[in-house]
Each structure stands twice: as C-alpha cells, then as structure tokens.
C-alpha cells in the first residue's frame, strides 16, 4: 500500500521536506562569492548541486529564494565550488546561517580562505578541492532559480589523490539528507558497468 501525495495537498513547504528526504544523499557545492565591490566574502552551501555538462565542464546548484550567494554571482559572474568533506560538517553548517549580507561568512564563520586562481572570490583553504567557476547561465525556477557554472580551474590537494585520481577515502565526502540529517559516504562499492557485447546471452 503506498500513501498518495501531491503538491497542493501538502503545500509548498511540506513537499519541499518530502523531496529532500527522498532525493538523498545530495552532494553539497559550498560556494564562496564576493560582493560586487569586493569587500565582503560570503560562503554558503548548497544541496542541490551537480555536474550539468563534462564538455564544456559544467556545475550547477540552485538557491532556493535570493539568497547573498546567489546575488553575488549575478553581480561579479564568478564563484567557486568548494568541496564539502567530513572533517569540515560543522563549519559547513555554520555557513548555512542567515548572516546579515554584509557579514561575510569567512570571517564571522572562522573559515581560513586562499587566493583563487582564475577567478576572483577566495577558495575555502581547508578543502581539498575547489572548481572555479564564471557564471554560464542562470534559469529563475518559480522562486528558485538555477545557476550554471563553467569550470574554469580545479585546484586538488595532493594529499586526496592516489595515483593521480581523487580517492573517496580521502576525500571523505558529506551529503545532506532529509530534515537535518547529515550523511557520510559509508561502505563504497565496486562495480564496472556491462558492455552490451558482453552481456550474457540466453540460448533461444
């Protein structure tokens, strides 16, 4: 027996909680911008986040109302993606607080930053990767609104990488689930995906 659900039954608000506690584990994008005049670094995460394109390298999350994160990158056209790792889960959810816009959260957060390389706002120093990004597009959604970032830069510490690819143990990602859920990435599988060629055959 299933229970049947629908967005004007529950409303807008409780089938925003429904949906986030089934489209899990989300990987997180803690995305630092600058203000347009370049004093104040925000940094905030986002849970609804992903790789839109490999060729051009595309990443997307979305800001659910306008948030300072996505006024920023309206403004300067760059932000960078900052890798979300275990060792990170609090100063992580810290960021999620509703700072006023001029107190940026690097500082009010305690998050030491770095230079970025090809775009302007600072990159998260602790995390061990960061995806600069200009802004491709943005596509209002209702009272969301998309945002598309081509990747013009990947910075990797050394310290994830086993023979040059990012390892999963090293890298220790976290994902948001349901309420204020939090996941890590738990037992790790392996398994190559079948080549039609190889895909066992029934004898007729």
């Known amino acids: 027996m299933r229970v049947d659900l629908s967005p004007e039954s529950l409303g807008p608000g409780q089938f925003y909680r429904l949906l986030t506690a089934v489209v899990v584990p989300r990987p997180i994008a803690w995305v630092s911008t600058l203000t347009a005049d370049g004093a104040t670094a925000n940094l905030a995460p986002h849970s609804f986040f992903t790789v839109a394109c490999t060729d051009p390298p595309v990443v997307q999350f979305t800001s659910v109302g306008r948030k300072d994160t996505l006024r920023n990158v309206e403004a300067t056209r760059e932000f960078v993606v900052n890798f979300a790792p275990e060792p990170l889960f609090e100063q992580i959810n810290a960021t999620a607080t509703d700072f006023p816009r001029e107190e940026g959260e690097f500082d009010a957060v305690g998050v030491a930053r770095e230079p970025s390389l090809r775009v302007r ?25 998309l945002v598309l970032g081509r990747v013009v830069h990947a910075a990797v510490s050394e310290d994830v990488l086993v023979d040059g690819h990012p390892d999963i143990g090293r890298l220790r990602p976290l994902a948001r689930l349901g309420r204020d859920e939090w996941g890590t990435v738990g037992e790790v599988r392996d398994l190559a995906r079948i080549r039609y060629r190889d895909w066992p055959r029934r004898p007729h």
């Open 121 to 145: 706002p600072p990159r998260v120093a602790a995390s061990p990767v960061a995806l600069e990004c200009t802004l491709h597009a943005t596509l209002g959604l209702g009272g969301s609104t």
